[in-house]
Nanobody
Framework: QVRLVESGGGLVQAGGSLRLSCVVSGSIFSPSTMGWYRQAPGKQRELVAHITGGGPTNYADSVKGRFTISRDNSKNTVHLQMNSLKPDDTAVYYC???????????????WGQGTQVTVSS
């Protein structure tokens, strides 16, 4: 029932910018923490950024100062503004959201299908 759909990925030259978006749909419950992970070829999936429902954020050291995560709680949407992109940022970026799907159940983590970001030198 719950779907997370990312958009905004693509090909960009080093130093350029992209803005990723993720919309959560299919549930009457709103997400708590939302965030972005990425996975590059031959590497493990890593945290890029998280944002809580109240607004506090956390960033990986490798993107701090270049990326900005934000959310619109009324629209169940999270964004990732990516500036000063580097070739090392090349990866599949995955949106995540933690939310309940039933009133009686525990919250679970949900994932989008991912969107490819490629940064050329």
């Amino acid at each position: 029932q719950v779907r997370l759909v990312e958009s905004g990925g693509g090909l960009v030259q080093a130093g350029g910018s992209l803005r990723l978006s993720c919309v959560v749909s299919g549930s009457i419950f709103s997400p708590s923490t939302m965030g972005w992970y990425r996975q590059a070829p031959g590497k493990q999936r890593e945290l890029v950024a998280h944002i809580t429902g109240g607004g506090p954020t956390n960033y990986a050291d490798s993107v701090k100062g270049r990326f900005t995560i934000s959310r619109d709680n009324s629209k169940n949407t999270v964004h990732l503004q990516m500036n000063s992109l580097k070739p090392d940022d090349t990866a599949v970026y995955y949106c995540t959201a933690r939310l309940r799907t039933t009133t009686w159940g525990n919250a679970g983590d949900y994932w989008g299908q991912g969107t490819q970001v490629t940064v050329s030198s």
